[in-house]
Structure formats: structure tokens, C-alpha cells
């Protein structure tokens, strides 16, 4: 508990001196707070695109344990002090094609595997979790998200899992949809049916990793399916339906960001929370406006 208040008031410290700052045009100017904001950005657009297809899939709860059970690629990461962020990409991208694989090849309902692998996962991270010994800032980072503390390979890695994956996705978008509305015609068509369905895998595995450092393990899938879910709210047309969830992701995430530094709370709390009022905005709105109409 100690250690979770530290990195908390180390947060609190950071947000303070920024927010003690009058000059905006200088407070833009910090190298940290530009890398935040393109992060922020880039990382709502790639929550926005495949959070479209994991909520229209039914693979939020895959995501889930995608994200928690990168615990262990933190922790180890830390014990053997390597950048958490080179653990994690092998690690998520691992385990998701391992819980892939497991449900094509057993009779289990895709939760239970899940479950399965995800409390296995879970388990061995805590157990090296508790092997750590002394300050564990960077493990505490990665669990609650710290946006400030990415750097410039962050964003690196982030643009080209956002640019892979738009090629990906868009460059074979009829058939995604296909595959996403009816596996059954899309195999019966030609669409290779398996091979979409792991490289998508492989896709949401990255996008998990990379965006960890922002949000954290334990709200790394909220970040993926809030704005996807707020989107299909407001249309299902699939070409608008994933305009909209793109452009909530974005401006949620920076939105976010400027919650984090005005009311000095970690950011990536701050992030989800403004992604979930918004939501519940748009929930209200358009109830209310269809029993006006």
C-alpha cells in the first residue's frame, strides 16, 4: 500500500508544478507535455479503430485478459530490469496467440479458456511481483497508467502499430466486416476466415502493450471498448459507427490528459473517467431524445 500512495503523490508532485505554471504557451513547450498529447491522440484513434471491431466481435472480455495478464511481462520486465515496454510487447503478443489457439482447439466456451489462462496469468504475476525487492515506481506505472512517462520510442511504437493496423484493417475492410457480422458467409466467400482472426489477435495483443504505459493494466480495456461502445450509441452505420469511435477515443484521451493536470489525478484514471461521463452523456441524451421525439 505504501508503494501505491508514493507513486500516487510522485504524480500529484509532477501535475502540481505543471499546473502551478501560468504560461500555456510555455507549458506546451515541455517535451513531456507534447509527447503526452500526441500519445493521448495516437492511442485514442488506435482504441477507437479496434475497439469498433472488439465490441462488434464480443472480444472485450479477450482484451481483458489480455491486459491483466500482462502483469507478468511487467514484473518481469522489472525483476530483470529491462523497459517493462519490451517485455510487454513479446508477452501480449504471446499470450494472445496462446488463448487463441487454446479456443480453436478445445471444446471449452471461449470464457471458460480465458478465465483459465487469464487466473494462471494473474497468479504467476503477483507470485513475481512479490519477488521484487526495493522501489517499484516502474512496476506502479504500468498498473495505473502514467502518460507522462512515455518517450519518444512510446510514440514510435504506437504510430506504427496505429499505421499496420490501419493498413490492416482498412486495406481489407469488406471483408472485416464480413468476418465480424457472419464467420460462416465470410468463409463460404473465400475470406480466410483463420488468418484474419490471429492477425487480428497479434493487432489487439499490440495495441494492449503499447498502450499500457498511458492507462494502465487495469484500465487498459476500458480504453478499448468505452469509446466503441459511446459510437454505437449514436450510429450503426459501420463507416460512421468507426469514424465516431476514432473521434471519441482522440478527444476523450486528450480531454483527459487536461483533467489529469487541472485536478492533479493520475492520468490514467482521468482518461477513463472522462471516456465513461461521456458515455453516460450520450447514454442520457439519446434517451431522453427519443422518448421527446
Known amino acids: 500500500m ?29 517535451a513531456s507535455i507534447q509527447r503526452a498529447f500526441m500519445g493521448a491522440a495516437l492511442m485514442g484513434i488506435l482504441g477507437g479503430m479496434l475497439g469498433s ?12 485478459a489480455v491486459g491483466h495478464a500482462a502483469l507478468v511481462g511487467v514484473a518481469l520486465g522489472v525483476l530483470l530490469q529491462i523497459n517493462p515496454t519490451w517485455m510487454l510487447l513479446p508477452f501480449t ?28 496469468a494473474l497468479a504467476i504475476g503477483l507470485i513475481l511481483t512479490s519477488l521484487i525487492k526495493g522501489y ?23 504510430l506504427l502499430v496505429l499505421v499496420g493496423g490501419s493498413i490492416f484493417l482498412l486495406s481489407t475492410l469488406r471483408q472485416q466486416i464480413l468476418l465480424t457480422l457472419n464467420p460462416d ?17 497479434i493487432l489487439l495483443s499490440l495495441a494492449v502493450a503499447v498502450a499500457i504505459k498511458a492507462v494502465g493494466v487495469l484500465l487498459v480495456n476500458a480504453f478499448l471498448v468505452i469509446p466503441a461502445s459511446t459510437a ?19 478527444i476523450s484521451s486528450i480531454a483527459g490528459i487536461m483533467v489529469s493536470g ?4 493520475a492520468s490514467g484514471p482521468s482518461i477513463v473517467l472522462v471516456q465513461f461521463l461521456l458515455f453516460v452523456a450520450i447514454f442520457v441524451w439519446f434517451k431522453f431524445s427519443l422518448k421527446a421525439a
Open 2 to 30: 505504501p508503494v501505491i500512495i508514493d507513486f500516487f503523490n510522485d504524480c500529484q508532485i509532477t501535475w502540481l508544478a505543471i499546473a502551478s505554471s501560468n504560461d500555456l504557451l510555455e507549458l506546451l513547450l515541455l
Open 53 to 64: 471491431f472488439v465490441t462488434l466481435r464480443q472480444l472485450s472480455f479477450f482484451s481483458h
Open 93 to 120: 503478443l504471446v499470450f494472445g496467440l496462446i488463448v487463441l489457439y487454446f479456443i480453436d482447439k478445445t471444446d471449452l466456451a471461449s470464457d471458460s479458456v480465458l478465465s483459465i489462462v487469464l487466473s494462471g
Open 136 to 158: 517499484r515506481g516502474n512496476l506502479m506505472a504500468v498498473l495505473f497508467g502514467d502518460i507522462l512517462a512515455i518517450d519518444t520510442t512510446d510514440l514510435i511504437l504506437t
Open 185 to 201: 458467409v465470410a468463409q463460404v466467400q473465400g475470406v480466410p476466415v483463420q488468418l484474419y482472426r490471429y492477425a487480428f489477435v
Open 232 to 250: 454505437k450509441l449514436m450510429s450503426h452505420h459501420f463507416s460512421r459507427f468507426l469514424v465516431i469511435s476514432v473521434i471519441v477515443g482522440s
Open 262 to 265: 487541472i485536478f492533479n489525478l
